[in-house]
């Protein structure tokens, strides 16, 4: 428990990918079996406990803390399960804590009714980070920045196999790990998951640069619409269906609309979208969905998952990965011609002789949820990761407003010395007619190092007030923010969000009259 | 004890707390005839004072943060000296705080008064350790008077730190550190840690180095970090005053690992809202154990609160049976901030 506390501790405070990579490799080196197992469940978020805290914490505290003192200190500190670690009465003598592996198991294990005595016991036995965690850990709220794809980097990182190799196995895999641990350490064989229902690492492509869009031979390449949803893979094997994100997450238990009809036997790449009577709705419609365990009947109503197949990477027990792109597709349309699952169809090939063709029937093609295309070589394998010459992506140019710096946050990590978290305004009508600026989005990346450097000088010298880590600066500097999309908010102030806004042009020549209004910004709104 | 007895002798003005028949004031917070100081932290030993009594090291601190403003008479007193002051009797006794910081015991007609500054019961290799000073009346700090505070094994902190640079061999350790004591004490414990390499100081640390090693306190290699190469801060652990950790000062350093020794580390939100990698909990407080012990061990029976997380200490005094009183004083800081 003791290395494992002070993992989870480091990683919480370290925002750098590589320091989090470091840490989680060292520990890997470092911990016994089965801990390091549980460890990565817990990293991974593979690990949940059926335990009612609620009633647990307060039969804990009635016997040990006054009633006041506690609320002061709960206040004080804004989380209960910290609070309860902090002031937990600590003992005179230390005692070795509990390994992890018998945390966990005692946990899975024990009667509702004894499981206060057990964790009070721990918590006597622990240190104030070791409270921290264990609390952290059980009630499943870990939140450190590390998400399943990073501790499995990790993994590869220390033990020097292939990341898609670990990806290839990880779903046919169950805590503590001892199989995969056995193979990385060069213990034991490749852990062997053949005909179960799991994640296969996904192909990705890249974004296509003018040189190798000239350089492109029509007759070698297919195009697809590039849709904007969000890539799965989905199969059912071994008697389980499947929904995985990009990154191997089950998403299953939110998506039972377009799992339930799975035929047996397939493994299928395609784009996860919301559809209404044939048409596309909005990513929004789509993000409601997301992030989400279970979904409710009303949604599953209103909100009709569907998922457009792009290809087919297993046909019962054939692997067909290593078949070039045009045969799979053709497996890929005979199979939904035979199988025709519900929720589904089959992305559509764009015909093109040339660029300027492709570049005509993009234009003119008026459908919502297009993002763009996608050029796939008629001879590529799928090879799970970013193969470099195989497929590209040809993305729509972003759209484009210009927006008055309001106001500036410090920036954590290397940055936290600067202010680098940048919320800008758009000009509206105010009241008694007299223009203002309202806030309509934040962004932190777009702009270069050194124009990082200009814009914290700008801010420390055009403060009008600060908020803690925020100042307020005089609205004189425009920036050309570049987004993909803007939708209706309720959350927000100016009634808009823009996703995925970024700093595309510092204008420090235009005066600050001349940024764009509101009523530009909800001209482009799509849904 | 009469309630009401001490408030006739001991009272609080505009300048801070007031013992009538001695005609002085302990750590006003501006400028007085007479005081006795009980520390050399800014908001303690204010400037422009005529006349002041303190311990020796305390009357240095001032003289070299001072300057001009340091007292224009000084009173040295030792720890356990009793000196006469007008119609009371007045003796330093260690607090444990800082390099020379004491608490005050003040006695008049047979009652017993004591007024502990800042302190803490854990060990400091920097100063004395806290004497115990049995009383009738105890003034305390509630600066971390919530069950939250357990500062824990300072030693164990560093080692935390000395972890991290193996770990993490590239990187700048810049730790935040008050000037006067928690400096002095880190670099202490990294010493006695085993950490022998130089550790470079921001320029603002420097003075109050060179006092506590004049007072006897060895401090081992210390080296300036303005100007240093940038290379040779690689891996090295740099201690800067809280205010320069995270802003323009820090970019010299390659690639900066944030760390912090304060108490306030111990709560998370604290720590992360200041941008801290590395949070060390290193308090130079009493935390809510040692100020609830201390209380009970003086004996006293009326316990007066400066400043700090009153309510909470004012709970457990009054639900203990002894009187309880805040004083809300004013100009009192956190000075781990």
């Known amino acids: 428990m003791k290395a494992f506390s002070a993992l989870l501790d480091r990683l919480a405070y370290t925002p750098s990918r590589n320091d989090k990579l470091r840490l989680m490799a060292d520990y890997f080196a470092g911990a016994p079996d089965p801990d390091r197992g549980y460890a990565l469940a817990v990293l991974t978020d593979g690990l949940f406990f059926r335990v009612p805290f609620r009633r647990i914490f307060a039969e804990m505290l009635e016997a040990r803390v006054d009633p006041v003192l506690f609320k002061l200190s709960r206040d004080y500190v804004g989380d209960t399960a910290e609070t309860i670690a902090l002031l937990w ?135 697809e619409w590039k849709w904007d949803g969000i890539r799965v893979q989905a199969c059912h094997q071994g008697g389980a269906k499947r929904l995985f994100s990009r990154t191997g997450d089950d998403i299953s238990g939110a998506f039972p609309d377009v799992v339930e009809g799975l035929p047996e036997g397939a493994v299928l790449d395609g784009e996860l979208l919301v559809m209404r009577g044939g048409d596309v709705a909005p990513f929004n419609d789509l993000q409601q969905r997301l992030n989400r365990k279970t979904v409710t009947g009303a949604m599953l109503k209103s909100h009709p998952a569907h998922i457009r197949l792009y290809d087919l990477l297993f046909e019962g027990d054939e692997d067909l990965r290593a078949l070039p792109f045009m045969e799979r597709r053709a497996r890929l349309e005979a199979w939904h011609g035979t199988h025709a699952p519900s929720r589904t169809d089959v992305s559509e090939i764009v015909a093109f002789e040339s660029i300027a063709e492709l570049e005509a029937l993009w234009a003119g093609a008026r459908e919502t949820g297009i993002e763009g295309l996608m050029l796939k070589r008629h001879d590529s394998p799928y090879i799970g990761g970013r193969p470099k010459g195989h497929w590209y992506k040809w993305k729509r140019a972003p759209l484009m407003i210009d927006a008055v710096l309001l106001y500036a946050q410090r920036g954590s990590g290397k940055r936290s010395s600067y202010y680098s978290d940048y919320t800008f305004g758009a000009w509206r009508e105010g009241e008694h007619g007299a223009p203002e600026l309202v806030p309509v989005g934040k962004s932190y990346f777009g702009f270069t190092d050194e124009e990082l450097k200009q814009l914290d000088n700008f801010v420390r010298s055009n403060t009008v007030d600060s908020f803690g880590p925020v100042r307020q600066v005089m609205p004189k500097l425009v920036f050309e923010v570049a987004f993909d999309s803007v939708h209706h908010s309720k959350r927000h102030k100016s009634g808009v969000a823009m996703r995925f806004p970024r700093i595309h042009r510092i204008r420090w020549d235009k005066p600050a009259e001349e940024a764009d209004t509101l009523q530009t910004l909800q001209a482009m709104i799509v849904d | 004890m ?60 001032m003289d070299a943060r001072l300057g001009e403003g340091a007292p224009r008479r000084k009173q040295a007193a030792s720890y356990g000296e009793p000196i006469k002051i007008g119609d009371v009797t007045v003796t330093l006794f260690p607090a444990g705080h800082v390099l020379g910081s004491a608490q005050v015991l003040v006695e008049y007609k047979g009652a017993r008064a004591v007024v502990s500054g800042d302190y803490k019961r854990s060990t400091d290799p920097t100063c004395a350790p806290f004497t115990l000073v049995p009383c009738d009346l105890f003034v305390t700090e509630a600066t971390f008077a919530l069950p939250v505070f357990q500062h824990g094994d300072a030693g164990a902190e560093v080692a935390k730190l000395i972890k991290s640079v193996e770990q993490f061999p590239e990187r700048a350790h810049v730790v935040g550190a008050y000037g006067l004591g928690k400096t002095q004490r880190l670099i202490a414990l990294l010493r006695e840690a085993g950490y022998e390499r130089p550790i470079y100081i921001h320029g603002a640390l420097q003075s109050c180095c060179d006092l506590y090693e004049s007072f006897g306190v060895p401090l081992g290699a210390l080296s300036p970090a303005t100007g240093a190469a940038r290379e040779d801060l690689r891996g090295a652990i740099v201690l800067a005053p809280p205010s320069a950790i995270a802003d323009r000062w820090s970019r010299r350093l390659p690639d900066p690992l944030t760390a912090f020794a304060s108490g306030w580390m111990r709560v998370r939100a604290r720590a992360r809202q200041q941008g801290v990698e590395l949070p060390l909990v290193i308090s130079d407080h009493a935390d809510w154990r040692e100020l609830t012990n201390t209380i009970a061990e003086t004996g006293a029976e009326e316990i007066w609160v400066t400043h700090g997380r009153e309510d909470a200490l004012l709970h457990h005094i009054r639900s203990t049976g002894r009187r309880g009183r805040a004083l809300a004083l004013i100009g009192r800081e956190d000075e781990d901030q």
């Open chain 1, 89 to 223: 009465p600590a003992r005179e003598e230390s005692q070795e804590p509990p390994p992890l592996a018998e945390v966990v198991k005692a946990v899975q294990d024990a009667k509702p009714e004894a499981i206060t005595r057990l964790l009070a016991g721990w918590l006597d036995q622990l240190d104030a980070t070791g409270r921290w965690a264990l609390l952290k850990l059980l009630t499943g709220a870990l939140r450190v920045g590390v998400s399943a794809r990073l501790a499995k980097t990790a993994l590869a990182q220390w033990s020097g196999k292939p990341l898609s190799e670990i990806e290839e196995i990880w779903h046919g895999l169950t805590p503590p790990y001892q199989p995969l641990f056995a193979w990385l350490t060069g213990n034991g064989p490749r852990p062997d998951i053949r005909g179960s229902a799991v994640f296969r690492p996904l192909m990705l492509a890249h974004a296509i640069e003018e040189r190798e869009l000239a350089a492109i031979t029509p007759s070698d390449f297919a195009a």
């Open chain 2, 2 to 61: 009469t309630p009401g007895r001490f408030e006739d002798w001991l009272t609080v003005d505009s300048k801070g707390l007031y013992c009538r028949p001695g005609d002085f004031h302990v750590d006003p917070s501006s400028a007085v005839s007479r005081a006795v100081i009980t520390h050399g932290h800014s908001d303690h030993a204010r400037p422009g004072h005529e006349a002041a009594l303190a311990t020796p090291e305390t009357l240095a601190i």
